[in-house]
């Protein structure tokens, strides 16, 4: 099945729901750990039916939901089919019932809660790099390239953090290589960047803004602030 692009998920109209990296994310809030359980036994019902399941996380004031599709379909430059993990037509259908099924459980959703973390290596030798840091992040080097064209690590049970590699010319070390990527919703990016102006970082680059934004502690260590969809447009 294809992937969805920003703009398609954008269009979808997921209220409940954010494209955060490579997935749907969705936090809902609950009553107790009981409401939270019985909540998650009708969404497996359906995620039976639709023999496709939600990735979750379950506290006790919230359930975390995070959806995508294993075998969804990138089509490179030159045409050529690359089977990724990235959201497709059914996460966005499943997501779609999983919000029925909270509000007939009298559930509220908080999307603008919702943040994920990944790792960035800046290098040019990722292909000898990505052995060792998957190695030593998940026990072994099946993480290395899963699920994606590039040599990204990335731990089939979620235990850690994605970590990616940024292209770079070679280069001397010291310089800052690791980053933290820190992924909110479109309707959050700008407020978190003004939270930690606020708190004494600085601004190093929103050319890119709001897809990426890099700021700078005090220290001059950086990070990347960003969305992967695009805010709905004005009618």
């Given at each position: 099945?294809?992937?969805?692009?920003?703009?398609?998920?954008?269009?979808?109209?997921?209220?409940?729901?954010?494209?955060?990296?490579?997935?749907?994310?969705?936090?809902?809030?609950?009553?107790?750990?009981?409401?939270?359980?019985?909540?998650?036994?009708?969404?497996?019902?359906?995620?039976?039916?639709?023999?496709?399941?939600?990735?979750?996380?379950?506290?006790?004031?919230?359930?975390?939901?995070?959806?995508?599709?294993?075998?969804?379909?990138?089509?490179d430059d030159a045409g050529t089919e690359h089977q990724v993990e990235w959201v497709t037509q059914q996460d966005v259908d499943l997501a779609r019932r999983?919000?029925?099924?909270?509000?007939?459980h009298s559930l509220s959703a908080d999307p603008r809660s919702i943040a994920t973390i990944e790792l960035a290596l800046d290098t040019a030798n990722s292909?000898?790099?990505?052995?060792?840091?998957?190695?030593l992040l998940t026990g072994g080097t099946e993480a290395q390239g899963r699920g994606t064209i590039g040599d990204d690590v990335r731990d089939a049970t979620?235990?850690?953090?994605?970590?990616?590699?940024?292209?770079?010319?070679?280069?001397?070390?010291?310089?800052?290589?690791?980053?933290?990527?820190?992924?909110?919703?479109?309707?959050?990016?700008?407020?978190?960047?003004?939270?930690?102006?606020?708190?004494?970082?600085?601004?190093?680059?929103?050319?890119?803004?709001?897809?990426?934004?890099?700021?700078?502690?005090?220290?001059?260590?950086?990070?990347?602030?960003?969305?992967?969809?695009?805010?709905?447009?004005?009618?």
């Amino acid at each position: 099945m294809d992937m969805l692009s920003g703009e398609q998920i954008t269009a979808a109209a997921l209220t409940d729901w954010r494209k955060l990296g490579q997935g749907l994310h969705a936090r809902f809030v609950i009553r107790d750990f009981g409401a939270g359980v019985r909540f998650l036994s009708a969404v497996g019902e359906v995620g039976k039916a639709a023999k496709h399941y939600p990735e979750v996380r379950l506290g006790t004031a919230y359930v975390d939901l995070k959806l995508l599709s294993d075998d969804a379909i990138y089509r490179d430059d030159a045409g050529t089919e690359h089977q990724v993990e990235w959201v497709t037509q059914q996460d966005v259908d499943l997501a779609r019932r999983i919000s029925e099924i909270a509000a007939e459980h009298s559930l509220s959703a908080d999307p603008r809660s919702i943040a994920t973390i990944e790792l960035a290596l800046d290098t040019a030798n990722s292909v000898t790099l990505a052995p060792v840091w998957a190695a030593l992040l998940t026990g072994g080097t099946e993480a290395q390239g899963r699920g994606t064209i590039g040599d990204d690590v990335r731990d089939a049970t979620s235990r850690v953090p994605i970590l990616w590699f940024q292209e770079t010319d070679p280069h001397p070390t010291p310089r800052q290589r690791f980053h933290i990527d820190v992924q909110v919703p479109y309707d959050v990016a700008e407020q978190r960047i003004a939270a930690a102006v606020a708190a004494g970082a600085v601004i190093v680059d929103d050319s890119r803004a709001p897809s990426t934004t890099v700021i700078a502690d005090p220290d001059g260590n950086k990070a990347c602030v960003g969305t992967f969809q695009p805010p709905p447009q004005p009618e």
